[in-house]
């Protein structure tokens, strides 16, 4: 008792110290502003005097909200929507559909509407909040269901100490590690496995980060590049992660299509145009209303780890280890309660298949290194009369394994695209015939038959580095 009681009054001198000087009129004049971190530490003094007054509660839990403090601004904004104080009304109803709690916040919504409904400018905002509302219900209700084996909570500052990639996926590191005199940022860069070709950010906070690429010519990196117009749109782009196909991209941007902050997107290089396709934004639990970002896939040991600072201490992340699907598989459910407590990774159990050991899987997602796993063959590809390789831990030549990576990515977007194809050979052969649909067709052939050539040739290539390997042991 007489622990706490030395703890509270300690509190409320920090606060009003800290205050001294500043008056409540200041900080309602800087909230008004949208000035709340300057705001808040007078709300939280004030708070401390006067507990129970609903317009405390009010400025104090917009405050916390507004400055990233979601969980904390919760008791003080149900206390002042209590106490009917309209504007508490739209910041409780925003705050609970970032948790998935769509129900209370409609409830929220509709007070609000009530309290506002000669306010024109205020109803507009209320419109707002419930597109925001809804587009995040519908997400969750899309939730994809991947199986989440563990989770860790870091230091922001050092939370690329949780991927332990294998040398087969490249590698990450801090952007100024990269680049001396590089101001101290928390993005990253990637280098791919022959280190001769790295994807990184750069830009400011000001104007946004775009995503670029360089290449190693002799000793030195150069040929700058920045990526197209499809990838850095609005925003942010960082946190770039590209498979061992060399063609498959995921990054991670707070354009206008994020949930807020950033979202986690994926993109492949198209052949055909020399360009990359138009991102997809990924499903929930990957995404969510915080930041989400750095996604890395280790195809080796068939591991992925994703970073969030959902309901995290602001210096604080938690990187989640996940086994990654092979195509995209929704959460099937009617329970919208067990739906959103899958989205809000609200228990990783929740994710585990019944009677599944992931022990073995956790140990290899800490393991710094991991040498060459045998596993059930994913391919077959004949090197010559005597050898005949199934996984790509059979090559011994690390340029020839990734040449081969790179033809599987053709191989699996030339299967798309035929896919593709045939369906509209189908629509034009049961009638459905058009100019605009002969020329998609004719387009897509064309496509197909060149993205067909470089895969055979990187194929080859393949194959005569390997034997060269193999003749020269």
């Excluded at 994807?199 to 946004?208: H, K, L, P």
């Excluded at 360009?275 to 890395?296: I, V």
């Excluded at 990734?402 to 798309?416: H, P």
Aim: glycine fraction near 6%; include cysteine; hydrophobic fraction near 35%.
């Amino acid at each position: 008792m007489k622990r706490n009681r030395f703890f509270s009054i300690y509190i409320l001198l920090f606060f009003c110290l800290y205050a001294k000087g500043q008056t409540l009129d200041d900080a309602k004049s800087w909230y008004l502003e949208g000035r709340y971190a300057e705001a808040l530490p007078v709300f939280q003094a004030e708070y401390l005097n006067n507990p129970n007054n609903p317009s405390v509660n009010q400025w104090l839990g917009a405050s916390l909200y507004e400055t990233g403090k979601i969980t904390e601004a919760q008791k003080y904004l149900e206390f002042a929507s209590g106490r009917r104080i309209p504007d508490a009304y739209l910041y409780l109803g925003e705050l609970y559909a970032k948790l998935y709690r769509f129900e209370d916040a409609e409830k929220e919504f509709d007070k609000y509407q009530q309290a506002k409904r000669r306010d024109n400018e205020a109803l507009e905002i209320l419109d707002q909040k419930r597109a925001n509302a809804e587009r995040l219900q519908r997400a969750v209700n899309r939730t994809e269901d991947i199986q989440i084996i563990d989770s860790l909570v870091v230091l922001k500052s050092d939370f690329l100490s949780a991927y332990n990639l294998s040398a087969s996926s490249g590698s990450l590191m801090p952007v100024q590690e990269f680049f001396s005199g590089r101001s101290m940022t928390d993005e990253t860069l990637y280098m791919n496995e022959r280190q001769d070709k790295v994807y990184y950010s750069e830009g400011d906070a000001a104007t946004g980060t775009n995503l670029y690429t360089m290449d190693k010519l002799l000793d030195t990196f150069g040929n700058e590049k920045r990526l197209p117009g499809t990838i850095n749109k609005e925003g942010s782009q960082a946190f770039p992660f590209v498979l061992s196909d060399g063609m498959t991209l995921y990054f991670a941007s707070t354009d206008e299509s994020s949930f807020g902050g950033y979202d986690l997107f994926v993109t492949r290089y198209n052949l055909a145009s020399d360009s990359y396709l138009n991102p997809n934004q990924l499903n929930m639990p990957f995404n969510s209303p915080f930041n989400d970002y750095m996604l890395a896939i280790d195809e080796e040991k068939g591991i992925g780890w994703f970073a969030s600072d959902r309901f995290q201490p602001a210096d604080s992340v938690c990187i989640y280890t996940f086994i990654p699907n092979p195509q995209v598989q929704l959460v099937e459910s009617e329970d919208a309660g067990y739906l959103a407590r899958r989205a809000r990774i609200s228990s990783i159990a929740d994710t585990w298949k019944e009677g599944a050991d992931y022990g073995p899987l956790r140990s290899l997602a800490q393991q710094k290194t991991v040498s060459r796993q045998e596993t059930a063959g994913d391919f077959t590809f004949v090197i010559n009369d005597r050898t005949t390789y199934h996984t790509l831990s059979d090559f011994r030549n690390d340029h020839a394994r990734s040449l081969f990576s790179q033809a599987l990515g053709y191989e699996k977007q030339l299967q798309a695209l035929n896919e593709e194809l045939s369906q509209k050979r189908d629509q034009y052969a049961g009638g459905a015939i058009s100019d605009a649909l002969a020329a998609s067709i004719l387009s897509l052939e064309k496509e197909s038959e060149s993205i067909f050539r470089e895969m055979e040739r990187l194929k080859m290539q393949a194959r005569n580095e390997e034997i060269r390997t193999q003749f020269n042991q």
